[in-house]
């Protein structure tokens, strides 16, 4: 595929002016009209009974429009199951869960008048820990599960806080546990973290007199929220209009919909009014979906030459207070649930667990890094049993073209190995090098893998648009929100038109005028929406030909095209340019051809199944992407400290669209893999989120930020837009298993949670002695 | 969050300032308010008029004269942390204050506001009562003068009166003959406030050590001191272990009780180490 | 009380005269009053770096700032730093480097940056931490904003 011409190369990105100019128009920066200023009133208490609000003095406030409780507005809203009323309904399940709104002429009347809201509560006993909610005689905290709607692929158990039971059941357990020599049991632990962007949720709704709304919102997926939106509060599709903005970072918090439902019924109290709401840091860290705890038990059996015959996997998720996006990263770590390994014999048993936590639900990664912490940690422990090789561990057993997953499905375009070698030889594995001043280092590796968890019908669409002069728009569904989408898939379809990059404009969506997306989240949109936009670019080239063959007189198939004209392959004399096949679109004479051209292309998935309800089998994944993480570490014995000397990345992207591109994203999971690995922990007490802005909860900054050495791996996916496959979420799935694995490589102490802060190195050192 | 109403004044003279303080009710001292817009954000301050500090010529002060290093109530931690006669002859201080924050904050944060916020983790604290710092304060009975040690009397507590503010902070002189040090542990080891701050001073015939965010106030480590500097204990890691005499650390988001017992000695010792070559 | 003062102050070079509400921040007064949106929130207790703008040549977090201080004071912000069109170098370094993903932090990075590099015009990775430890950036951009920074300083 050397003849590339866009795809593969550097260009800069579409977003690059606005965004170093503070040009860049996120929902916050647009003027809006007249605006009402919205405001939450939340619960104190994790789990409790609303006996009464009254709202008399909010509503009698100066400025204050509209106050409106769970009462007035029962909807239910969900993707996956239908859990969530937009304010609480009689109940509350965690604290700061809104039990009202305001809205008023100022944000300070809005607040102000907030705090004049009174609740009283009557607390429940809570579930705080997903391990005790699983048990018969916990508080049962959705006492109508077994009513609540629900996608069809989940299985709540109604009667208890279990939200989904995912299983796996490949091969045969007992026989893989008979035929192995060894076998380690262990647990592991990963606590909440937050996603924390740096822009936080952010909506605003408008009611136009004659019934449609409009929405402005951060969320990762318009068309996700204008169906929720539709469902939920009965109004047709044509009737909503979702715009987004650029988004100001997402990870999975801003996929689905939350807040903008909040705003409607006022929207419609007051049409022509612009209705907003703005979370502050703390909202959004309490408010907003947090990564699932999830506590783990891990059972592998391997031989004494390091097969892994058998593979057990419980994993109990905190999956917080509404389960609606959470039950399927339990499915998808469920299906997932051997990583990187190629296991004959596999028994999963994945449960999504209600608690008066926060609201669990999906971050960069989607399970994956919980999931696969504990299979790189153990996969550790196995090759020091047997005093092997970690690296020889993970090549053994790892997947390899034809291997199969958990779930049975045969991955193809795999090259895992290289993966491994790349980030191995960069920090110099099999080397052990000697610390200064007491100090102690160690080395790490991890491998990693991911596939989109997507309905196997999540489909994307494209329409490319052919101007007078040759120049093109292309409209797609996705959200930019810093990945680079933009960029790429208008790399795509200047590949694909012949048409240089800078000819053609791409916006971020807005639902009334692009087409169809499903989510931009799981890493897809390269692989989904670039097909889509593939297709579209192939379908205008075919008009382009069709209408330049009536123009010229030439059978299509002796024409050829370079990208400003098309021409005769045995006159090169007989051409016609880009400009007069889209503009004039007739004969000399003066008759019609066709025309104006719009392309356009859809994608759906075609390689996906349902997975069976006992043995979870099936075909869940669009495509799998691997990759590796290696890194060496530095510890201070006495403080705990663990400094990173070395860290490298390597993922497989198929084919890079934009090396540039792909490299910072490489880049940017990786970061964010190491301060979850280091720093991040969401601390709870009693449901009360403990650590909720940015003094408490620190997140990695340029100082704990070493130099990242990057490999991209080009293994071509198959059906992939030339080759590509998506890697967004992957780099950040190895980070905390690779640092674990060195820091236990220097101290020789085992790790089976993180983050790995100082006091807990301390600790762990402590108690070894 | 909270949405607050209050009066703001730009003060020109001292004594006008010390007026408003001293006749007003809620009335706050503001300098660069990298404490108070926090506080006032979450609750922690309710204002009823800022008193905008910072161009007060008295408060504005920064030289080297023979009673010491006299150093403005509105001077910044940056210009602090690179001041010549500051790092040379007390590089304590330079440390401790370049330890607050990041850059940006220090450009607003002022060494009086890190004092009169009296966190117990305050950075430059330490580094202070090892230098035996006095605080020169203006009030409406006139001027005095405290020991910084007598100036922190509880977690946000400090021995200002009604109307009394702060107009300087001095290092006296003689400066310390010997090295010393500062040292901050926190979780990220970057912008993060103190899990534990230790300053170690060598004065050249003996050694005053202070210990922050382990304690109500920040605290000397008198036991240490006094094993070294009277009991002639040679060991830096025997006088170390002594530390846990002088503090009372408690469990709180950035660690625990028994980290932080752990911490202060591992630091008392390597300042030691540091400081006094023992 | 005083609900408004009268304040007069250069903002990107151009004189102003305005009423500032007391207790509202300078940020809220840079996107609300001056419509200057480039500059961000995102935490609004000096944590994050998002709303970094110059004030008199140095830079503070708008968040932690009042309106009223404006009075008397020049202040730059991001619309600020390309002139007639033309970016500023550091500004296009940010580009060739893509030293950012979403770009909300950028606006205050690059402020922040811009400030280094008129302190120390020769900055290295180390001091380049130091002075930039107060900007966050999620998405991970720090090696890519190392580089801007050094690049831009060579250039
Ligand atoms: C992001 C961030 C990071 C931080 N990191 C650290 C850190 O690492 N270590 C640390 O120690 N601190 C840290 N701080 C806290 C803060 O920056 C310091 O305490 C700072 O030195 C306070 O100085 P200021 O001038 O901003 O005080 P202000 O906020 O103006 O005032 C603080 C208090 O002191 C009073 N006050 C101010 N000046 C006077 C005076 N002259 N006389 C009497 N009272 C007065 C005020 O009324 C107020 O009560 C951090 C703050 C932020 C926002
Ligand atoms: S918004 Fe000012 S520092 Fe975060
Ligand atoms: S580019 Fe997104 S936060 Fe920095």
Same mark, same amino acid.
């Given at each position: 595929?050397?003849?590339?011409?866009?795809?593969?190369?550097?260009?800069?990105?579409?977003?690059?002016?606005?965004?170093?100019?503070?040009?860049?128009?996120?929902?916050?920066?647009?003027?809006?009209?007249?605006?009402?200023?919205?405001?939450?009133?939340?619960?104190?208490?994790?789990?409790?009974?609303?006996?009464?609000?009254?709202?008399?003095?909010?509503?009698?406030?100066?400025?204050?429009?509209?106050?409106?409780?769970?009462?007035?507005?029962?909807?239910?809203?969900?993707?996956?199951?239908?859990?969530?009323?937009?304010?609480?309904?009689?109940?509350?399940?965690?604290?700061?869960?809104?039990?009202?709104?305001?809205?008023?002429?100022?944000?300070?009347?809005?607040?102000?008048?907030?705090?004049?809201?009174?609740?009283?509560?009557?607390?429940?006993?809570?579930?705080?820990?997903?391990?005790?909610?699983?048990?018969?005689?916990?508080?049962?905290?959705?006492?109508?599960?077994?009513?609540?709607?629900?996608?069809?692929?989940?299985?709540?158990?109604?009667?208890?806080?279990?939200?989904?039971?995912?299983?796996?059941?490949?091969?045969?357990?007992?026989?893989?546990?008979?035929?192995?020599?060894?076998?380690?049991?262990?647990?592991?632990?990963?606590?909440?973290?937050?996603?924390?962007?740096?822009?936080?949720?952010?909506?605003?709704?408008?009611?136009?007199?004659?019934?449609?709304?409009?929405?402005?919102?951060?969320?990762?997926?318009?068309?996700?929220?204008?169906?929720?939106?539709?469902?939920?509060?009965?109004?047709?599709?044509?009737?909503?209009?979702?715009?987004?903005?650029?988004?100001?970072?997402? #990870?999975?918090?801003?996929?689905?919909?939350?807040?903008?439902?909040?705003?409607?019924?006022?929207?419609?109290?007051?049409?022509?009014?612009?209705?907003?709401?703005?979370?502050?840091?703390?909202?959004?860290?309490?408010?907003?979906?947090?990564?699932?705890?999830?506590?783990?038990?891990?059972?592998?059996?391997?031989?004494?030459?390091?097969?892994?015959?058998?593979?057990?996997?419980?994993?109990?998720?905190?999956?917080?207070?509404?389960?609606?996006?959470?039950?399927?990263?339990?499915?998808?770590?469920?299906?997932?649930?051997?990583?990187?390994?190629?296991?004959?014999?596999?028994?999963?048993?994945?449960?999504?667990?209600?608690?008066?936590?926060?609201?669990?639900?999906?971050?960069?990664?989607?399970?994956?890094?919980?999931?696969?912490?504990?299979?790189?940690?153990?996969?550790?422990?196995?090759?020091?049993?047997?005093?092997?090789?970690?690296?020889?561990?993970?090549?053994?057993?790892?997947?390899?073209?034809?291997?199969?997953?958990?779930?049975?499905?045969?991955?193809?375009?795999?090259?895992?190995?290289?993966?491994?070698?790349?980030?191995?030889?960069?920090?110099?594995?099999?080397?052990?090098?000697?610390?200064?001043?007491?100090?102690?280092?160690?080395?790490?590796?991890?491998?990693?893998?991911?596939?989109?968890?997507?309905?196997?019908?999540?489909?994307?669409?494209?329409?490319?648009?052919?101007?007078?002069?040759?120049?093109?728009?292309?409209?797609?569904?996705?959200?930019?929100?810093?990945?680079?989408?933009?960029?790429?898939?208008?790399?795509?379809?200047?590949?694909?038109?012949?048409?240089?990059?800078?000819?053609?404009?791409?916006?971020?969506?807005?639902?009334?005028?692009?087409?169809?997306?499903?989510?931009?989240?799981?890493?897809?949109?390269?692989?989904?929406?670039?097909?889509?936009?593939?297709?579209?670019?192939?379908?205008?080239?075919?008009?382009?030909?069709?209408?330049?063959?009536?123009?010229?007189?030439?059978?299509?198939?002796?024409?050829?095209?370079?990208?400003?004209?098309?021409?005769?392959?045995?006159?090169?004399?007989?051409?016609?340019?880009?400009?007069?096949?889209?503009?004039?679109?007739?004969?000399?004479?003066?008759?019609?051809?066709?025309?104006?051209?719009?392309?356009?292309?859809?994608?759906?998935?075609?390689?996906?199944?349902?997975?069976?309800?006992?043995?979870?089998?099936?075909?869940?994944?669009?495509?799998?992407?691997?990759?590796?993480?290696?890194?060496?570490?530095?510890?201070?014995?006495?403080?705990?400290?663990?400094?990173?000397?070395?860290?490298?990345?390597?993922?497989?992207?198929?084919?890079?669209?934009?090396?540039?591109?792909?490299?910072?994203?490489?880049?940017?999971?990786?970061?964010?893999?190491?301060?979850?690995?280091?720093?991040?922990?969401?601390?709870?007490?009693?449901?009360?989120?403990?650590?909720?802005?940015?003094?408490?909860?620190?997140?990695?900054?340029?100082?704990?930020?070493?130099?990242?050495?990057?490999?991209?791996?080009?293994?071509?996916?198959?059906?992939?837009?030339?080759?590509?496959?998506?890697?967004?979420?992957?780099?950040?799935?190895?980070?905390?298993?690779?640092?674990?694995?060195?820091?236990?490589?220097?101290?020789?102490?085992?790790?089976?949670? #993180?983050?790995?802060?100082?006091?807990?190195?301390?600790?762990?050192?402590?108690?070894?002695? | 969050?909270?949405?607050?109403?209050?009066?703001?004044?730009?003060?020109?003279?001292?004594?006008?300032?010390?007026?408003?303080?001293?006749?007003?009710?809620?009335?706050?001292?503001?300098?660069?308010?990298?404490?108070?817009?926090?506080?006032?954000?979450?609750?922690?301050?309710?204002?009823?008029?800022?008193?905008?500090?910072?161009?007060?010529?008295?408060?504005?002060?920064?030289?080297?004269?023979?009673?010491?290093?006299?150093?403005?109530?509105?001077?910044?931690?940056?210009?602090?942390?690179?001041?010549?006669?500051?790092?040379?002859?007390?590089?304590?201080?330079?440390?401790?204050?370049?330890?607050?924050?990041?850059?940006?904050?220090?450009?607003?944060?002022?060494?009086?506001?890190?004092?009169?916020?009296?966190?117990?983790?305050?950075?430059?604290?330490?580094?202070?009562?090892?230098?035996?710092?006095?605080?020169?304060?203006?009030?409406?009975?006139?001027?005095?003068?405290?020991?910084?040690?007598?100036?922190?009397?509880?977690?946000?507590?400090?021995?200002?009166?009604?109307?009394?503010?702060?107009?300087?902070?001095?290092?006296?002189?003689?400066?310390?003959?010997?090295?010393?040090?500062?040292?901050?542990?926190?979780?990220?080891?970057?912008?993060?406030?103190?899990?534990?701050?230790?300053?170690?001073?060598?004065?050249?015939?003996?050694?005053?050590?202070?210990?922050?965010?382990?304690?109500?106030?920040?605290?000397?480590?008198?036991?240490?001191?006094?094993?070294?500097?009277?009991?002639?204990?040679?060991?830096?890691?025997?006088?170390?272990?002594?530390?846990?005499?002088?503090?009372?650390?408690?469990?709180?988001?950035?660690?625990?009780?028994?980290?932080?017992?752990?911490?202060?000695?591992?630091?008392?010792?390597?300042?030691?180490?540091?400081?006094?070559?023992? | 009380?005083?609900?408004?003062?009268?304040?007069?102050?250069?903002?990107?070079?151009?004189?102003?005269?305005?009423?500032?509400?007391?207790?509202?921040?300078?940020?809220?007064?840079?996107?609300?009053?001056?419509?200057?949106?480039?500059?961000?929130?995102?935490?609004?207790?000096?944590?994050?770096?998002?709303?970094?703008?110059?004030?008199?040549?140095?830079?503070?977090?708008?968040?932690?700032?009042?309106?009223?201080?404006?009075?008397?004071?020049?202040?730059?912000?991001?619309?600020?730093?390309?002139?007639?069109?033309?970016?500023?170098?550091?500004?296009?370094?940010?580009?060739?480097?893509?030293?950012?993903?979403?770009?909300?932090?950028?606006?205050?990075?690059?402020?922040?940056?811009?400030?280094?590099?008129?302190?120390?015009?020769?900055?290295?990775?180390?001091?380049?931490?130091?002075?930039?430890?107060?900007?966050?950036?999620?998405?991970?951009?720090?090696?890519?904003?190392?580089?801007?920074?050094?690049?831009?300083?060579?250039?």
């Amino acid at each position: 595929m050397s003849d590339l011409k866009t795809v593969g190369t550097t260009v800069p990105r579409k977003d690059a002016m606005e965004k170093v100019t503070g040009a860049a128009e996120f929902i916050e920066d647009r003027y809006m009209g007249p605006m009402l200023y919205a405001k939450m009133k939340k619960s104190t208490v994790a789990h409790g009974k609303i006996v009464r609000i009254d709202t008399d003095k909010a509503e009698k406030h100066p400025g204050v429009k509209a106050v409106l409780t769970g009462k007035d507005y029962p909807n239910m809203i969900g993707l996956y199951l239908i859990d969530r009323t937009f304010l609480a309904v009689d109940k509350v399940r965690f604290w700061g869960e809104p039990v009202a709104v305001v809205a008023a002429t100022s944000e300070k009347a809005a607040a102000e008048a907030v705090e004049l809201i009174e609740v009283e509560y009557e607390e429940l006993p809570g579930v705080f820990d997903p391990r005790e909610g699983i048990k018969p005689d916990a508080p049962i905290i959705h006492e109508n599960l077994g009513n609540y709607e629900i996608v069809p692929i989940f299985y709540p158990k109604p009667g208890t806080n279990i939200a989904n039971h995912f299983k796996i059941r490949k091969g045969d357990i007992e026989e893989g546990f008979d035929q192995a020599d060894h076998v380690l049991e262990k647990e592991y632990y990963v606590p909440q973290m937050q996603h924390v962007p740096i822009e936080t949720h952010k909506a605003a709704v408008q009611w136009s007199p004659d019934g449609k709304l409009t929405v402005w919102s951060t969320a990762q997926s318009p068309n996700v929220v204008r169906q929720l939106l539709a469902k939920s509060l009965d109004i047709p599709m044509h009737k909503i209009r979702v715009i987004s903005s650029y988004i100001g970072g997402g #990870f999975g918090c801003k996929a689905g919909a939350s807040i903008e439902g909040l705003l409607v019924p006022i929207a419609q109290k007051y049409p022509g009014h612009i209705i907003r709401i703005v979370f502050d840091r703390e909202e959004d860290m309490q408010g907003t979906f947090t990564r699932q705890a999830l506590f783990s038990k891990l059972r592998t059996g391997f031989t004494k030459d390091g097969r892994i015959t058998a593979l057990q996997y419980e994993m109990i998720w905190d999956g917080g207070a509404y389960t609606e996006y959470g039950v399927n990263i339990v499915r998808a770590a469920g299906y997932s649930s051997t990583g990187a390994y190629d296991i004959p014999n596999v028994k999963t048993d994945s449960y999504c667990v209600y608690t008066n936590n926060s609201i669990g639900g999906p971050v960069r990664g989607f399970g994956m890094c919980e999931m696969q912490w504990g299979i790189e940690r153990q996969i550790e422990e196995v090759a020091k049993h047997l005093n092997m090789d970690p690296l020889e561990v993970r090549l053994k057993n790892g997947m390899k073209r034809g291997s199969t997953t958990a779930s049975g499905q045969v991955v193809h375009d795999v090259d895992y190995e290289k993966c491994l070698k790349l980030v191995a030889d960069k920090i110099g594995w099999g080397k052990q090098e000697s610390g200064k001043d007491g100090k102690l280092r160690g080395k790490g590796i991890a491998g990693l893998v991911k596939c989109p968890a997507q309905p196997s019908n999540a489909a994307s669409s494209a329409i490319i648009r052919i101007n007078e002069d040759g120049t093109a728009h292309v409209m797609v569904g996705a959200t930019e929100m810093g990945q680079g989408m933009l960029t790429a898939i208008s790399q795509i379809a200047s590949e694909a038109l012949h048409i240089p990059v800078d000819k053609i404009d791409i916006k971020v969506p807005d639902t009334d005028f692009t087409p169809y997306e499903w989510q931009s989240v799981g890493s897809r949109i390269t692989y989904t929406c670039g097909t889509s936009v593939k297709r579209a670019a192939e379908d205008a080239l075919g008009q382009i030909y069709c209408i330049a063959a009536n123009l010229l007189e030439v059978p299509q198939e002796d024409l050829s095209y370079d990208g400003k004209k098309v021409y005769s392959n045995k006159d090169p004399n007989i051409k016609a340019t880009i400009r007069e096949i889209a503009d004039s679109c007739k004969k000399c004479t003066g008759e019609g051809i066709a025309g104006p051209i719009i392309g356009r292309g859809s994608f759906v998935p075609t390689n996906m199944t349902n997975l069976d309800p006992e043995t979870g089998q099936g075909n869940p994944g669009l495509f799998y992407c691997f990759g590796a993480t290696g890194v060496e570490v530095e510890i201070d014995p006495e403080t705990g400290v663990v400094e990173i000397l070395q860290l490298a990345s390597s993922i497989d992207a198929g084919k890079a669209i934009n090396p540039q591109l792909a490299t910072v994203q490489l880049h940017g999971g990786t970061i964010m893999g190491l301060s979850t690995a280091l720093y991040e922990e969401v601390r709870f007490d009693k449901g009360i989120m403990l650590n909720r802005n940015f003094t408490d909860y620190k997140i990695a900054t340029f100082d704990n930020v070493p130099h990242i050495d990057s490999f991209i791996v080009e293994t071509p996916e198959t059906n992939g837009p030339y080759g590509a496959r998506g890697i967004g979420e992957q780099p950040m799935i190895g980070v905390a298993p690779a640092i674990a694995n060195a820091v236990s490589d220097a101290l020789g102490v085992e790790f089976n949670s #993180f983050p790995l802060t100082p006091e807990k190195v301390w600790r762990a050192l402590k108690d070894k002695k | 969050m909270k949405m607050l109403s209050y009066d703001y004044v730009k003060c020109t003279g001292l004594s006008e300032a010390v007026d408003i303080l001293a006749k007003e009710e809620q009335a706050y001292p503001y300098a660069g308010g990298t404490d108070l817009m926090v506080g006032m954000r979450g609750g922690k301050f309710a204002p009823k008029k800022l008193v905008d500090v910072k161009d007060l010529p008295e408060l504005n002060v920064f030289e080297e004269n023979d009673q010491g290093i006299i150093i403005g109530a509105a001077i910044t931690l940056n210009q602090i942390a690179c001041d010549d006669s500051i790092v040379k002859n007390i590089p304590i201080l330079a440390e401790g204050s370049h330890s607050v924050g990041g850059y940006t904050i220090r450009n607003r944060a002022t060494l009086a506001g890190n004092i009169c916020n009296a966190s117990p983790a305050a950075d430059t604290a330490a580094p202070l009562y090892t230098l035996e710092a006095l605080i020169n304060i203006a009030g409406p009975d006139g001027n005095r003068s405290l020991p910084v040690e007598e100036f922190f009397t509880g977690p946000g507590q400090t021995a200002l009166k009604k109307g009394e503010l702060v107009q300087s902070i001095v290092i006296p002189r003689p400066f310390p003959a010997g090295k010393g040090v500062y040292s901050k542990a926190s979780r990220t080891g970057s912008v993060d406030l103190a899990t534990v701050g230790v300053a170690v001073q060598n004065w050249g015939e003996h050694v005053k050590i202070a210990v922050g965010a382990v304690a109500a106030t920040p605290v000397r480590a008198l036991s240490v001191e006094k094993a070294i500097n009277e009991k002639g204990e040679k060991s830096s890691a025997e006088a170390a272990k002594l530390v846990h005499n002088d503090i009372a650390p408690i469990t709180d988001i950035r660690g625990s009780r028994e980290y932080r017992y752990h911490m202060v000695e591992v630091l008392v010792r390597r300042g030691l180490e540091q400081t006094m070559g023992v | 009380m005083s609900d408004k003062i009268k304040i007069k102050f250069t903002v990107n070079g151009d004189s102003e005269e305005r009423e500032a509400v007391v207790g509202e921040t300078l940020l809220k007064f840079i996107r609300d009053e001056l419509n200057l949106t480039g500059t961000k929130s995102g935490c609004e207790i000096g944590e994050c770096g998002a709303c970094t703008v110059l004030l008199d040549g140095k830079p503070v977090n708008s968040c932690l700032v009042l309106a009223v201080e404006l009075d008397g004071k020049e202040l730059l912000t991001i619309e600020g730093l390309s002139k007639n069109g033309e970016l500023d170098r550091l500004q296009q370094a940010f580009i060739d480097h893509a030293a950012f993903q979403c770009g909300y932090c950028t606006p205050g990075m690059i402020m922040a940056a811009r400030s280094l590099l008129e302190r120390n015009p020769n900055p290295n990775d180390s001091e380049i931490n130091k002075a930039l430890s107060g900007n966050l950036c999620r998405c991970g951009a720090y090696q890519e904003i190392r580089d801007a920074v050094k690049d831009s300083a060579s250039k």
